[in-house]
């Protein structure tokens, strides 16, 4: 374990770490098997001990996932209808496809901000809006609030844990994925929630 952590420190006193957030975010955007909330935390755990810079992995995620999700959206928007067409009618990604279409139906584009926080949400609303045509500009505002919310979140998540555990960087790296990982779930409970009540009525 001693090991992994100095590897750590290592990372995360370079300067490259914060071209790696950036790429980790970007690539997420339209490949959901990437961490990037996972590498934020990491950052914002570190940057309790001053290193990287708190502001700075804020920055820098944000950037990374505004230009993550507007690939998405633009693969959605060339191709992106023929694409979801394809996919079978039972399925964990029709399932969330389908979410994405009726969360844009009623929320517009707010339904980005509660996809951030939702495992696979993300890039099922932005390629949705991208294959419904959804207006550039509206996406462009509504991802930026997004995405600069989503940095902010898991950076100071991290950064919690960090400070709670200076001493012990594994402890506040559990810590703030532990968190991390509640407010999913509890984002989770709230959806499954509201759908329950919707067949009801």
Request: glycine share 12%.
């Amino acid at each position: 374990m001693q090991s992994v952590l100095d590897l750590l420190h290592q990372t995360m006193s370079s300067p490259w770490v914060y071209l790696a957030i950036f790429a980790i975010a970007v690539i997420d955007g339209f490949f959901p098997a990437v961490p990037s909330e996972t590498a934020v935390i990491t950052a914002g755990v570190f940057a309790a001990t001053g290193q990287p810079d708190l502001l700075t992995v804020i920055a820098v995620a944000a950037a990374g996932a505004l230009v993550g999700d507007h690939i998405s959206y633009a693969l959605g928007r060339h191709g992106g209808s023929r694409l979801l067409a394809r996919l079978p009618d039972h399925g964990r990604r029709r399932a969330a496809i389908d979410w994405a279409r009726r969360g844009i139906t009623v929320r517009g584009g707010l339904i980005l901000t509660v996809a951030r926080y939702i495992p696979g949400g993300r890039t099922a609303v932005t390629l949705t809006m991208g294959a419904a045509s959804f207006p550039r500009r509206r996406f462009l505002a509504f991802d930026a609030v997004a995405a600069v919310s989503w940095g902010i979140y898991s950076a100071l998540v991290g950064y919690l844990g960090g400070l709670a555990f200076e001493r012990d960087p594994a402890r506040g790296l559990l810590l703030g994925l532990g968190l991390a990982l509640t407010v999913t779930l509890l984002v989770e409970v709230v959806r499954w929630l509201r759908g329950r009540r919707r067949e009801h009525r």
